[in-house]
């Protein structure tokens, strides 16, 4: 196909941006909505015009709105810090993303001694390969999150002792294998080894674990 095809870079979309969607979408529904609370949509978009689409659109299921408002009347709608958890939960529907979830979070298959776990603020065993994911859906929500910054949340989450540097960056570089070997091209995350930074090409997969994941540990 060389030659026959033109190539189209897709850069992930900047918070204005996410917000002007909104934006465009209550002027038409003649409604009005806190900036603030506008601008968490965004963030929770991570660069991902499609999931700020999905997420205005429960926004509004959950506000019972379904067409224009026949009165302007300059209220804004409130919805609590519980109803904005509801709408992100509720738009998890659209990011099926539970079968890559349970094969990273399960690793490569086990021989010989069981796994180390470690011990969590909400008081479960987690191994590595959980902590990893655990980690990467902490706040703040990053598409590219740097080694050193892993490290750090994964301190954060344990109540003892932390996996070694050495082990977090062996199930790294498991973690891209399984990827390659059972998710075919549903590149959900890789690590670059030259720049140390883990990445989510696609943001549907980190929002599901920002919404999968308990809030407590986030």
């Known amino acids: 196909m060389r030659g026959r095809v033109h190539r189209i870079d897709l850069e992930f979309w900047e918070k204005p941006e996410l917000q002007a969607i909104a934006n465009?979408?209550?002027e038409k529904l003649v409604l009005s909505v806190a900036d603030s609370l506008l601008e968490k949509f965004a963030i929770e978009s991570l660069g991902s015009p499609l999931l700020m689409q999905a997420i205005c659109l429960h926004m509004c299921?959950?506000?019972g709105i379904e067409e224009p408002e026949r009165r302007k009347t300059g209220k804004e709608h409130s919805i609590s810090s519980d109803?904005?958890?509801e709408i992100l939960r509720s738009t998890v529907a659209v990011t099926d993303c539970r079968t890559a979830y349970k094969i990273l979070s399960s690793g490569p298959m086990r021989r010989g001694q069981p796994r180390n776990t470690y011990l969590t603020n909400d008081g479960n065993y987690r191994d590595?390969?959980?902590?990893?994911?655990i980690a990467s859906a902490s706040d703040p929500p990053r598409l590219s999150i740097e080694y050193e910054e892993i490290k750090d949340r994964i301190n954060m989450l344990v109540r003892d002792d932390a996996p070694q540097?050495?082990?977090i960056l062996r199930a790294l570089k498991s973690m891209v294998k399984i990827v390659k070997q059972s998710l075919d091209r549903d590149r959900v995350i890789d690590w670059d080894a030259d720049r140390r930074t883990i990445d989510f090409p696609d943001p549907h997969f980190l929002f599901f674990l920002r919404q999968d994941i308990p809030e407590n540990l986030r």
Request: glycine letters at 12%; hydrophobic letters at 45%.
């Open 61 to 63: 299921y959950h506000q």
């Open 165 to 167: 540097g050495s082990s």
């Open 83 to 85: 109803d904005f958890l």
């Open 128 to 133: 590595v390969y959980e902590l990893i994911l």
């Open 24 to 26: 465009l979408g209550l």
